[in-house]
């Protein structure tokens, strides 16, 4: 069974099942998030309102999925992750003094970085954790969230409509 098959399976043509796959594709990224979008904006979305609720239902299952690392985040602490850091980090090429520059500027940019990142490809599944890590207010976590995943989320559901419409 392809990956499509999978999908479509799990989805069952619903906007549910769209905002499911996109809650779940945040904890296992079997399939990258674009291709995932791509292939609900082929499939799925009949038309322009279809587009709309599709949009809206994976942007909510992205951001559920966001705000369950947000939390995983939080439950680590600071503490936790500046010790493994300490510990660690050479193995990943990531010194104390680097970690601390970054840890910096996350600070400092915090809103911008989180909804900038969601439209990155990678760092938009991990940068949810750091804003747990370092106490990003829950709100503005929120926004961001909601807003860089309604740009990624709606570009590539737009491009499977307009695929499919071209078939």
Not at 10 to 21: D, E, K, P, Q, Y
């Amino acid at each position: 069974m392809t990956a499509e098959h999978v999908m479509m399976l799990v989805a069952g043509h619903t906007v549910l099942g769209a905002g499911f796959l996109a809650l779940a594709e945040k904890f296992l990224p079997v399939v990258p998030s674009s291709a995932l979008l791509i292939l609900l904006g082929m499939n799925i979305v009949a038309g322009p309102g279809d587009l709309a609720l599709m949009l809206v239902a994976t942007t909510i299952g992205s951001s559920l999925g966001c705000l369950g690392l947000y939390a995983l985040g939080m439950a680590l602490g600071e503490g936790r992750c500046a010790a493994f850091v300490a510990r660690y980090g050479r193995y990943l090429l990531l010194s104390r003094a680097r970690y601390d520059r970054l840890v910096e500027g996350y600070r400092r940019r915090h809103f911008q970085v989180t909804f900038l990142g969601q439209t990155i490809p990678t760092a938009r599944a991990y940068l949810p954790l750091p804003a747990g890590i370092f106490r990003m207010a829950p709100s503005r976590f929120m926004l961001a969230i909601l807003l860089g995943t309604s740009l990624w989320n709606g570009g590539f559901l737009t491009i499977g409509y307009f695929m499919q419409l071209g078939a």
